[in-house]
């Protein structure tokens, strides 16, 4: 049986009818334009094949993904954060204001690299950073140095990497002054103390190479002093070589 009780429909002219009490559809309503004025109740499913347009909304509760073509702006005061998990950022971040999104760090005016976001630090300390500041302390660079009194009749072996000025008082006997490690260009000094009493006599391997290739005669005894200063020319393959200089008898 079909029923039809009409209230308020009217308007043969093409306008709008009315249905001030409402209406109830079980199928399905097919219009070419939608205009609520009030509040919608939808309790089952909405699909919109077209754009949806909408102001005002207080909420959106999204168990997917929300795509935003043109952005999402948030109001003054307000921000985004995450209940649980992490916000992540796309594109290049050129447009976020007060964020270091990488910096670039040069040595000696020539970069060793661009947008870094971590520098680590070897040989200086940087203290924990407070507010937006950390201090970065580097200690100023010395010779490091080392001293011997080594044994009569025996064979010195300056370590080249351990230091770069060589400090010896010898015994009266014979010495011979050898090397290990070094690296290319470094620069060595080599202090030799004479005995007060007795004579030491003083020789040097092969690897040193001096003026004229004369080997320069140290002083002999009365605590002399002989300087040897030498610029490491090569090391490894091929054999060290160090060219050197003496200045002799810093008498006291």
């Not at 309503?29 to 754009?51: F, M």
């Not at 004579?199 to 004369?214: D, M, Q, R």
């Amino acid at each position: 049986m079909s029923q039809l009780f009409v209230d308020n429909i009217k308007s043969r002219t093409g306008g709008a009818i009315g249905a001030p009490s409402g209406a109830v559809v079980t199928g399905i309503i097919t219009a070419t334009g939608l205009d609520i004025n009030g509040t919608a109740d939808i309790s089952g499913n909405v699909s919109i094949g077209g754009t949806l347009t909408y102001e005002d909304v207080t909420n959106i509760d999204s168990v997917g993904i929300i795509t935003a073509n043109q952005g999402i702006r948030v109001g003054a005061g307000q921000s985004i954060s995450a209940v649980s998990g992490t916000i992540k950022y796309y594109g290049d971040g050129s447009n976020l204001d007060g964020v270091v999104s990488g910096i670039e760090v040069k040595s000696g005016g020539s970069s060793v690299g661009t947008s870094l976001t971590a520098i680590n630090f070897s040989g200086a300390t940087a203290s924990t950073g407070s507010a937006g500041i950390t201090t970065i302390t580097i200690a100023a660079a010395g010779i490091s140095t080392t001293a011997s009194s080594p044994a009569a009749n025996t064979v010195v072996t300056l370590d080249l990497s351990a230091a770069q000025h060589h400090d010896l008082t010898l015994t009266a006997g014979i010495t011979t002054i050898t090397c290990s490690g070094g690296s290319f260009g470094d620069s060595h000094s080599v202090v030799i103390s004479q005995p007060s009493s007795g004579i030491a006599t003083v020789g040097f391997s092969t690897f040193f190479l001096f003026p004229s290739g004369s080997t320069p005669s140290m002083s002999a005894g009365s605590s002399s002093i002989d300087l040897v200063s030498f610029v490491v020319k090569r090391v490894g393959v091929g054999g060290t070589q160090l060219l050197a200089s003496a200045g002799l008898n810093y008498s006291n």
